[in-house]
C-alpha cells in the first residue's frame, strides 16, 4: 500500500512538473512574440523589457536574444555580454560566435573578434564568411601570409568571386609575389571589368 501512495505521489510530481514547463513555454513564447513585434517597430527597449523578466543566465534562447537585441539599442558593451553567455552556453554554435563579432566590432576589441572567427575555423574550416574577414584583418594588420591562407579558402569555394580575388592578390602583391598577383588581379578584373583598385594592383604586380 506505501508503495501505491509512494507512486501516485511521483506521478503527480511528474505531472505538474509537466504542466508548469508548458505553461513556462507558453508564456515565453508569448514574451518573444511581443518582443518581435516591438522590435518591428523599433522600439528595442521595449523589445529588451519583454523577455528580461524571463531571463536566465543558462539560457542560450535567451542570451542570443538579448545580444541581438541591445546591439540593435547600441549598447554594445551589454550586447557582447549576451553574446559571450550565449557562446558559452553553446560551445559549438557558430551563430553566437558571428553574433558576438558585431558588438566586438564596434567596441574595436579586434583581438577578440580574431578569437571568435579562428573559433568558427576551428568548427567550420570553410566557413567563407570567417575566413574572409579574419583574411581583410591580418590584411589590415600586414600579416601578409596568414590574409593569404584565409583568401584562398575563399577563392577555391568560389573561384569567380571578386572580393576573395581583389583581396587575395593585393595580399600577394604587398608580400612581393607579383606573378600570382598578376593572375587574381586579371581574375578580379573579368568579374568586375575597369575596376581601378584591380587595375592600380595589376599595373603595380607587372
Same mark, same amino acid.
Given at each position: ?7 501516485? !505521489? ?25 518582443? @518581435? ?16 523578466? @524571463? ?20 549598447? @554594445?558593451?551589454? =550586447?557582447? =555580454? ?26 574595436? =576589441? ?24 579574419? #583574411? ?7 600579416? @601578409? ?14 573561384? !569567380? *568571386?571578386?572580393? #576573395? ?19 587574381? !588581379? ?11 583598385? =584591380?587595375? *592600380? #594592383? ?5
Amino acid at each position: 500500500m506505501e508503495i501505491l501512495k509512494r507512486t501516485g !505521489f511521483i506521478v503527480l510530481l511528474i505531472l505538474a512538473s509537466s504542466l508548469l514547463q508548458a505553461q513556462t513555454s507558453t508564456v515565453l513564447q508569448k514574451a518573444f512574440k511581443n518582443s @518581435y513585434t516591438d522590435e518591428n517597430n523599433k522600439n528595442y527597449t521595449a523589445a529588451i523589457n519583454d523577455i528580461s523578466p @524571463y531571463y536566465s543566465e543558462g539560457s542560450y534562447e535567451l542570451n542570443i536574444r538579448l545580444g541581438w537585441l541591445h546591439y540593435l539599442n547600441k549598447n @554594445y558593451n551589454a =550586447s557582447q =555580454s549576451y553574446y559571450a553567455r550565449a557562446a558559452a552556453a553553446k560551445p559549438g554554435s557558430i551563430e553566437a560566435k558571428f553574433g558576438y563579432v558585431k558588438p566586438l566590432s564596434y567596441l574595436q =576589441s579586434w583581438d577578440k573578434v580574431v578569437e571568435q572567427y579562428l573559433a568558427i575555423i576551428r568548427i567550420d574550416p570553410q566557413n567563407t564568411q570567417a575566413n574572409y574577414w579574419l #583574411g581583410v584583418i591580418y590584411y589590415n594588420r600586414k600579416q @601578409y601570409d596568414n590574409a593569404i591562407r584565409c583568401f584562398k579558402v575563399v577563392i577555391n569555394l568560389y573561384p !569567380f *568571386d571578386y572580393d #576573395g580575388n581583389h583581396m587575395l592578390a593585393w595580399a600577394c602583391l604587398l608580400s612581393n609575389r607579383k606573378t600570382d598577383a598578376q593572375n587574381y !588581379f586579371t581574375k578580379a578584373l573579368l568579374i568586375k571589368p575597369d575596376d581601378t583598385s =584591380s587595375l *592600380d #594592383g595589376l599595373n603595380k604586380s607587372k
